[in-house]
């Protein structure tokens, strides 16, 4: 019930804090990932961590956005 009344009127502070999360999670694997290809060599081809990197970063825009227009309505 308290999860329903501080939300209701406000869904971006949910929304917000969970696209940021997500966003914030791709964000930190894609630099880690740059940081690896630039120092180390290692190719990017091999590994799926590229795709999840930007799967994390498209979702938590995705979701920071539904939050924005569930506002705006």
Known sequence: ?????R???RPL????????VIL????LELAYLIFERVYFHSPLADRPALLLAALFIVL???????????RIN
């Not at 019930?1 to 009344?5: D, G, T």
């Not at 938590?60 to 569930?70: E, K, L």
């Open 1 to 5: 019930m308290f999860f329903l009344v």
């Open 13 to 20: 502070r949910f929304f917000g804090m969970v696209g940021l």
């Open 7 to 9: 939300f209701t009127k």
């Open 60 to 70: 938590g825009v995705q979701i920071f956005a539904f939050g924005a227009a569930r």
């Open 24 to 27: 914030s999670v791709g964000v």
